[in-house]
């Protein structure tokens, strides 16, 4: 896939997801990345004038790794100081946005059971935080 961006988004998923899990981990950490509203495009018009969000300006590319891999990765992007957000294994079994922050909260962060985490920043240093994982199939 070729590009024009400078930039990277990507959002690193455990393989070990239900296909629901999968869906609901990527779209909670696109928000995360999304609340850099420089990312965002122009809000959408149809041809009757029905107005639609905006949308990131770039793709967003979805890849998926072990458990292993995802800790790896995650320490690599906090090393080098790239924008973050991260699922932990307990947001499944919390109900809203203060208790989420809780759970996160609670553990120190190499001992977050991450499920997925989403990252920005300059193509090749997502590259090298996503190395060894693969894109989502």
């Known amino acids: 896939m070729c590009s024009k961006f400078d930039t990277k988004i990507a959002v690193l998923l455990r393989e070990d997801l239900e296909p629901w899990q999968r869906l609901n981990v990527c779209a909670f950490l696109s928000s995360g990345i999304a609340a850099n509203a420089e990312l965002l495009g122009a809000p959408y018009a149809d041809a009757d004038g029905t107005q639609y969000l905006p949308m990131f300006r770039q793709p967003v590319l ?34 809203n946005d203060t208790d989420n922050r809780a759970a996160v909260a609670a553990l120190p962060g190499a001992e977050l059971d991450l499920v997925g985490f989403a990252v920005h920043g300059p193509r090749n240093g997502v590259d090298k935080v996503l190395k060894g994982a693969s894109l989502h199939r």
């Open 62 to 95: 979805v890849f998926e790794g072990d458990k292993e891999l995802m800790g790896t990765a995650h320490a690599r992007a906090l090393r080098r100081g790239l924008p973050t957000a991260v699922f932990t294994a307990d947001l499944f079994h919390t109900g």
